[in-house]
Each structure stands twice: as C-alpha cells, then as structure tokens.
C-alpha cells in the first residue's frame, strides 16, 4: 500500500540571493493534500558564495562543473547543520532546487547546480531534485513549478500572489491551473531605495509620505506589456530598457517614485484578480512586508486580500518544492502542462539514493 505521511525537507536557492530557504515538513494525504511546517531557516550565504552566485554567467562549462560539485558540497553541509541543530530523526527525503545556473527553454537547456548524485551520499538520506530539466526536454518553459502546490495545498484561495522582484499569480480558469507574471515589485522599489542608500523601503513608510504624479501612473499603466495575454513572464531586462528610463525622465523625488510605482503595483493586480468576481487572494512574498503597497492593493481589489503566517511568506517555495519531492516519490504528476506549455503533464525530477 502507499503511504499517506511524508516527513520531507524541502531546499530553494532563489533569485534574490538572499541564502538558502530549508524547512522540515509533513505532508499528510486523505482526499486532499495538508502541510505542516516545523522547522524553516534561511541560511545566508557568505560573500564569496553570493558572488560566485550572482556572476554564474561568466562561467565556462569546466568551470561551471566544478562550481556544481562545490555547491553540492556546501549545499550538503547546510542542510546537514539544519538536520542537526533541529535534532530531525524522521526523513523520507531530502527535496531540493538548487540553485539555477542558466536558463534557456527556447534552446532547450536548463541547468541547476548543487543537484550532483553525491548529495544523497553526503547527506546519507534520499534526495529528489533537478525538477526542470524534464519539463524543458518536453517542450515546457521548466517554470513556474510552484502553480502544482498551489494547486494542491492552497485550493481555497481564488488567488496565489507573490510578491517578490516581480508579482506573479496562479489561479484556476475551467479547471486548469494558469500562472503568469503581472508587473515588476521589489526589483524596481528596490532600484530607487539603494539609490539613496536603503535596501528597501521599510513597511512602505517613505512610500506613505509621497504624491502620486498621475502622468507617470498613466505611462507606466499604458506600457504594452500590460495588454498582451498569459503566458507571459517579465525579467530585470525588460525593466531596464521599459520601466526606468520612463521613471528616470520624471526627475521625481524618491518617496513619489515609490508611491506612484505602489499604485502602478496595485491597479495591475487588482486589473488582474478583478476578472473575477469576488473571492480570496493569499499574497506572500517579501513584499507583503511593505504595508502601504498592502493597504494601497487592498482598496483597488474587489477581493479578501489574505496574508498567511509568516513561515509561508517566505518559505512556501521550499514547501512547495517538498511536495514535488513527494509527488515524484509517488510517481504522480508534480508539473503542469497549463502552466509550463510542456507536451503533457508529469513526473519531473531525479531520485538519488544513499
Ligand atoms: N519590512 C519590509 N518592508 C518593505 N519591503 C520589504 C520588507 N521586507 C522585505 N521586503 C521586500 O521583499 C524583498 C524580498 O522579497 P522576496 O524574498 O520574496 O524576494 P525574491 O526572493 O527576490 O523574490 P522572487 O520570488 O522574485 O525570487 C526585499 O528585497 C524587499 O524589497
Ligand atoms: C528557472 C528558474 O529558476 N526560475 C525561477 C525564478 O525565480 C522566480 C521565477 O524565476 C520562477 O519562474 C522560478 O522559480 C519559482 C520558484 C517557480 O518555479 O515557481
């Protein structure tokens, strides 16, 4: 008989570089999917990792393989102290992202590092991962991957929202699940704030104390983007040459670029969400911490707009990547062709044994 009950870590390096997202989960099935969360950690990285990280490009294929077998190392040994400190005795696997090196579905390559079989040497225990590749070699984009946990963890809401550099939402429309990217967040709030000397705009307090100028709002709303249908995904790119040369040419203060730039955020989600009547929208991401863009999407949405426990805004990719750990122990779907544009859908990732 197959099991219902899996006790998993789940491992996401993302874009922003900020470390390594670990949690210890249990995943229990009965008609439906429910998730337990009872560790959760961001491992920081130190200097030399992040720079190595951020300058992946640079790298030729030897010395991208070298840099694969360091990081399965150094990826091993941070989840190794995670098991440790938090005394876990009871693991079915090790399900882990790593950390993508490069790319390029429209050449049909993908490639995370820190997926090398030695991890579940290293680590003595079972490790699922390398989820993208499948998915590329079938046609699909590789990403988004997490819409499948939205999907099967989080189906009463009518909306998953994230906000991270960029919003991007997954919902259901006749039964299928969709996922696309809406508007830049943090990746432009962010811009402006370390121009003077600010990681980020705390709460949104500076944001508060702006004025919209409604002639920006109106260009930044009318950019063609905006208009094109789903699928479609957004990058620092498109940002560069769209976004701030038009914000630049207004010679704004900072604090209206960030209140002109929050309304921009809010009527594009709200744009989005309001295609439906009235419903639920769970929002994480590190931009629910930014308070005035929550109050500023509260008013333009015609929704409940819902932000969970702390641990799931910052940690539901890594949770979601336990659950396609756990998918694939099952031989179960874990990527959607709805979702990726993939031939059909599947069972993706690698298992590698002890
Ligand atoms: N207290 C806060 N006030 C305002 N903004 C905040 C606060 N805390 C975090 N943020 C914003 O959230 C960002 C981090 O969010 P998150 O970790 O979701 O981004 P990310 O991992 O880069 O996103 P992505 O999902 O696109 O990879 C910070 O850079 C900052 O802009
Ligand atoms: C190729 C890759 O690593 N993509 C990431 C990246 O970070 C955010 C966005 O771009 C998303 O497409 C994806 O990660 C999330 C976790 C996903 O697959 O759903």
Redesign the pocket.
Known sequence: MIKNEYKVVGV?S??SLDGVDVVYVEFELDDVWHFKMIHFETVSYNSSWENILRNLVSYNVAELQKIDEDYTNYLSGIIKDFINKNSIKDIDAICSHGH?AL?RPDIGM?YQIGNQPVIAVLLNETVVCDF?VQDVELRGQ?????PIGDKLLFSEYDFCLNL?GFANISTEIKNKRIAYDICPVNIVLNHYTKLIGLDYDDGGKMARTGTVNNKLLDKLNSLAFYKENYPKSLGLEWVIKNMFPLIDAFQLDTKDILKTFAEHIAIQIAKEINKKKHGSVLVTGGGVYNNYLIDTLKQYSQHEIIIPLNEVVEFK?ALIFGLLGVLKLRNEVNCLKSVTGSTKNHSSGKIFLP
Do not use: D, I, Y
């Open positions: 996401m993302g874009t993508t790319h993908t993208r590789g990403a988004p991957l997490v991270g990719e």
